[in-house]
């Protein structure tokens, strides 16, 4: 057996641990610029806190999930503020923003040259500017990843920056963050963290310590999920679900993923649908396609058995098979009205564009079985 597992140099979880902020970021300089994807009254707070210790800060709000050319806007005025050090605050896209901006600070060229499939794909060679990642949602777990997703309105794909230097210095989750959060971005980034527990849990290449944290990230998800959608100021359930998500973040890092990022993020490029809004449709689909081939193609697949107790930690039942997970999962969805992805304009004239770039993207290739042409149609098709 040989594996790796790298993460963040340091993960500070709980209550009130945004209050630290100050004192942490200290540790790099005195001069902060900050990514923000929260309302003003949250940001504030957060400039108080640091120049409470004497740290200036340059702030920049975004409203969108991060595409090339922000990046490049980004770039721009980091350079302009010259900061020691920056800060991460939002979700999944202020996050991956600030990670790439971080990174494209100290390496050279463009973009493009370190992209998978539109790029180069070359690697960064030189350690980021330091990164402070502070998670507002549930569910990228992109606090502890060292990819960053990234828009190209030119392909109309979404594609990640992929570097260990993309680790931040230090990940700051404090699940008082998330009580503002909406029940239906409760829902998206909570089937996104799910997912990210179940794909690195049932990929081609897991390993112990990221099986570990995916199975105690599923069971917080099964006590939760439904809790924490429709009761938004559980401390408990927003807990349970803030570590949930970190733990899915730490899995992805250190496993592979599956079919439903390897469609979810050229989807991504064709519709204006939020990452974790498009990954919560395509979650049971790809899981009925994934037990279907295997049933089929490779009935003794030891996969089979770690989808059996994902059923079992979900609905609870220790007799239970892979089935009710997939009962529990469309449970949820109904619940909480997860949209179909034709509300947000996807057509069937897209799904050969869609499925050539699945075919290219690194998370497909994570999958517990190859799926034919005919099986990703058939999840698009259900998704539709």
Not at 33 to 62: H, N, Q
Not at 150 to 168: G, T
Not at 194 to 205: A, G, V
């Amino acid at each position: 057996m040989q594996f790796e597992f790298a993460t963040v140099p340091r993960i500070l979880f709980g209550l009130g641990k945004v209050n630290s902020i100050g004192t942490l970021a200290s540790e790099f300089g005195t001069r902060a610029f900050i990514v923000s994807g929260v309302p003003k009254t949250l940001s504030d707070r957060l400039i108080e806190l640091l120049e409470a210790r004497d740290i200036t800060c340059s702030i920049v709000k975004i409203n969108q999930e991060p595409t090339i050319e922000l990046l490049y806007r980004l770039v721009d005025l980091t350079r302009q503020y010259s900061p020691d050090l920056i800060i991460g605050f939002g979700g999944g896209s202020a996050l991956d923003s600030s990670k790439a901006t971080a990174a494209l600070l100290s390496n050279p060229g463009e973009v493009t040259d370190y992209l998978e499939i539109i790029g180069l794909n070359k690697p960064l060679t030189n350690p980021s500017l330091p990164l402070i990642a502070i998670p507002t949602t549930s569910g990228t777990g992109s606090e502890v990843t060292k990819n960053a997703v990234l828009s190209s309105l030119q392909h109309l794909v979404k594609v990640s920056l992929r570097s260990p230097y993309l680790f931040p210095k230090i990940a700051l989750v404090d699940p008082v963050l998330t009580l503002s959060v909406p029940p239906p971005i409760t829902a998206f980034t909570g089937l996104d963290a799910l997912t990210q527990l179940i794909e690195p849990y049932t990929c081609n290449d897991p390993n112990p310590l990221t099986d570990a944290l995916c199975l105690e990230g599923i069971q917080r998800v099964a006590r939760s999920l439904f809790q924490a959608y429709d009761d938004g100021s559980s401390l408990q359930a927003r807990e349970d679900m803030s570590l949930a998500s970190l733990f899915s973040g730490l899995a992805l890092a250190n496993a592979r993923l599956g079919a439903v990022h390897g469609l979810a993020g050229p989807i991504g490029g064709e519709i204006p649908a939020a990452h974790g809004a498009i990954c919560a449709c395509l979650l049971p689909y790809v899981m009925e396609v994934n037990l279907d081939a295997l049933l089929e193609k490779a009935p003794r697949h030891p996969v089979l058995d770690r989808f059996n107790t994902i059923g079992k930690i979900l609905s609870g039942d220790p007799t239970a098979t892979a089935n009710a997970g997939l009962h529990w999962i469309r449970n949820f969805c109904r619940h909480a009205n997860i949209p179909q992805l034709s509300v947000y304009g996807l057509s069937e004239t897209q799904f050969d564009k869609i499925l050539e770039n699945a075919d290219k993207a690194s998370s497909m290739k994570g999958n517990p079985i190859t799926l034919s042409d005919h099986d990703l149609r058939s999840i698009l098709q259900k998704a539709l």
